[in-house]
């Protein structure tokens, strides 16, 4: 088999265990699974690590699918995601403790939808974050410009992921990653910024 130049990675998916979420971790795996190209996904539910550790006894079953761990963790009103994370950090949880929470064990942070509700806003740029999502099917494209001007500003990688809280939802926006199917290998290669967003039309 041909070695794939990059991993095209969804960064950014929600199961049932968000509770705003209606898609289940074997519905999550199987579309994964039968995507012809889009190989991974970070589960990213809001606080909880439950919906990862049930994908993941799941996913073991198929070699070609790489499964991220994350939480898009709910700090004041605003969100921020960790990735290469299985465990939660303490609530109510602080930028601060986050950051650090996520650096002490090897994670990486991500600030989603900077622009849109539930985005960190202008607070973004006095974080000490790896990565921007600049592209996020739930944010307008006006937000996700905005988003795409922040990191290029800070110096900073740019992600994508669907959001999606729905199976319809699921894989419309992704990361080339160059990167081989590991996870450490794919949250080094964001950090450094190996990383294309892309999009499949979804408006
Ligand atoms: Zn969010
Ligand atoms: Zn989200």
Redesign the pocket.
């Known amino acids: 088999m041909r070695r794939r130049e990059f991993l095209a990675i969804d960064l950014h998916v929600h199961t049932k265990f968000s509770g705003d979420s209606s898609i289940t971790p074997k519905e999550l795996v199987d579309q994964l699974y039968a995507h012809p190209f889009i190989k991974g996904v970070a589960i990213t539910d809001h606080d909880t690590i439950k919906g990862f550790e049930e994908v993941i006894k799941l996913a073991k079953a198929y070699e070609d699918i790489i499964i991220i761990p994350g939480i898009?963790i709910s700090v004041g009103n605003s969100?921020l995601i960790i990735l290469g994370i299985e465990e939660c950090p303490k609530y109510p949880a602080s930028i601060e403790s986050v950051i650090d929470f996520t650096k002490q064990r090897n994670g990486i942070v991500v600030i989603?939808?900077p622009y849109r509700e539930?985005g960190l806003g202008e607070a973004s740029e006095d974080i000490e974050a790896d990565a921007i999502e600049v592209l996020n099917p739930h944010a307008t494209q006006e937000e996700n410009k905005k988003a795409d001007d922040l990191a290029r500003k800070l110096n900073l990688p740019s992600v994508a992921g669907s959001?999606a809280h729905s199976l319809r939802e699921m894989l419309h926006a992704y990361t080339k990653v160059e990167a081989n199917q590991e996870v450490d290998e794919v949250l080094k290669t964001i950090q450094e910024g190996r990383v294309k967003v892309a999009s499949i039309k979804w408006w």
Do not use: I, V
């Open positions: 898009e969100h989603p939808h539930f959001d």
